[in-house]
């Protein structure tokens, strides 16, 4: 009877046994359960804090238009000053139009244009009166430590009063009628009635340029000299008898005088651009070599150098070379 409950306390204490390490793995498994997932959790949390919130294609679009516009503005903003040209009237026209576009860009920036003629512009540049000098005509060789930079391309018209019957005349006779060996039109063609010359002022570019196209420098026979190149048209405009020269980019819109042909070429863009049309020349902008333009002169003086002004430069009634 003794081993009998004996065997039976024996059988209840490793059933107690066997229970209680079941309930120790159930146990050790759930906190391992609760201890995975507690972990899952804070590595989930962790990713959506470091992730950055997406930028849709529109307002990347949007703020780099923005950063260009405050860029444009910044630039704009930092050129700043006055630029003085001084020189050429006959590039009235083409500074005109080139200063407006310029300012249009930069509109802290002022550049004045005074009309004195070539030669006080190629003054003004060497002296350093003016930061860029307008000369429309090519420097001489005694015009030394300067530099011309070519902005465009001018034709010279030959101009008549249009009750003139001529239309035409080689450069030979145009020298005849300037240096005083032609002084009739007769002998040209034309009615019966004396020549009268007019023309530039000495150290104009235009006349420069004329003479020495048609071969008269310092030969030139005047009835007047005038100072810019709308008084010559009006002078030759109110005179039967008068001959002249001026601007083709002026004496071509302008019906009171009339713009004869050289040796059979009519005075046109076209022309002057292939270089059939004989008496052209160049519109330069000068500088000193000894002087440091500012950043507002040398902005504008890469501005009219660029390929971007072509088409202003034609509005003017000059070509780009």
Do not use: H
Not at 112 to 139: K, P, V
């Amino acid at each position: 009877m003794k081993r009998i409950s004996a065997l039976v306390l024996a059988l209840m204490m490793v059933l107690c046994l066997a229970a209680c390490g079941s309930s120790s793995d159930t146990t050790t498994e759930a906190a391992d359960t609760n201890t995975a997932e507690t972990e899952t959790q804070e590595a989930d949390t962790t990713e959506e804090e470091d992730a950055e919130p997406e930028t849709t294609e529109d307002e990347a679009q949007e703020a780099d238009a923005t950063e260009t516009e405050e860029e444009a503005d910044t630039e704009n903003v930092e050129l700043s000053g006055t630029v003085s040209t001084n020189g050429s009237t006959s590039m009235e026209k083409v500074m005109s139009i080139l200063i407006e576009a310029f300012e249009e860009e930069n509109p802290n920036v002022t550049v004045t244009y005074d009309a004195t003629g070539s030669g006080a512009g190629i003054t003004a540049a060497t002296e350093g009166s003016a930061d860029i000098g307008l000369a429309s005509r090519n420097l001489k060789d005694e015009e030394t430590g300067l530099t011309a930079y070519v902005v465009a391309i001018d034709g010279i018209a030959v101009i008549i009063n249009p009750s003139n019957t001529v239309e035409d005349l080689t450069l030979e006779q145009i020298a005849g009628l300037f240096n005083g060996t032609i002084t009739n039109w007769s002998e040209v063609g034309g009615k019966d009635m004396e020549v009268a010359v007019i023309g530039r002022e000495a150290g104009s570019g235009t006349r420069d340029g004329f003479e020495s196209v048609v071969g008269v420098e310092d030969a030139c026979v005047y009835d007047q000299e005038l100072t810019s190149t709308g008084s010559v048209i009006t002078a030759v405009a109110q005179n039967q008898y008068a001959i002249g020269y001026a601007s083709l980019s002026e004496a071509a819109e302008d019906d009171s005088v009339k713009v004869i042909s050289v040796d059979g070429v009519e005075a046109t863009e076209d022309t002057v651009k292939d270089g059939s049309y004989a008496i052209q020349r160049n519109f330069n902008m000068v500088v000193s070599d000894s002087a440091t333009l500012s950043d507002a002169a040398q902005a504008f003086l890469d501005f009219c150098l660029s390929a971007d002004v072509a088409d202003y430069i034609a509005q003017a009634g000059a070509i780009q070379p």
